[in-house]
Nanobody, 120 residues
Framework: QVQLVESGGGLVQPGESLRLSCAAS????????IGWFRQVPEKDREGVSC??????YYADSVKGRFTISRDNAKNTVYLQMNNLRAEDTAVYYC???????????????WGQGTLVTVSS
């Protein structure tokens, strides 16, 4: 069964860090580009970051603070989030469109999401 499972969300204070994980099962993750998205209530889901075999992409709002990486041996993509801000509060999802490059096309597989709350 093809699946993406996120983990690592939680409650942190502004300025702190979190690392999100996106574990793939049912397929070999390094064959595809993987993206991170986030969503807050009543807003559209927005792209945060993407990683392919040769490139990475970051939304302007997270450049310099977030770092995407992959561990092919663990079939997992990570999103290291530093210097978190209140506006980073959202449910974070990983996803793939079965393509090999960033940005992703039509999303074919979504994870279930993990909640990140940044609050003092």
């Amino acid at each position: 069964q093809v699946q993406l499972v996120e983990s690592g969300g939680g409650l942190v204070q502004p300025g702190e860090s979190l690392r999100l994980s996106c574990a793939a099962s049912g397929f070999t993750l390094d064959d595809y580009a993987i993206g991170w998205f986030r969503q807050v209530p009543e807003k559209d889901r927005e792209g945060v970051s993407c990683i392919s075999s040769s490139d990475t992409y970051y939304a302007d709002s997270v450049k310099g603070r977030f770092t995407i990486s992959r561990d092919n041996a663990k079939n997992t993509v990570y999103l290291q989030m530093n210097n978190l801000r209140a506006e980073d509060t959202a449910v974070y999802y990983c996803a793939t469109s079965w393509g090999s490059s960033c940005p992703l096309g039509y999303i074919e597989v979504w994870g279930q999401g993990t909640l990140v709350t940044v609050s003092s």
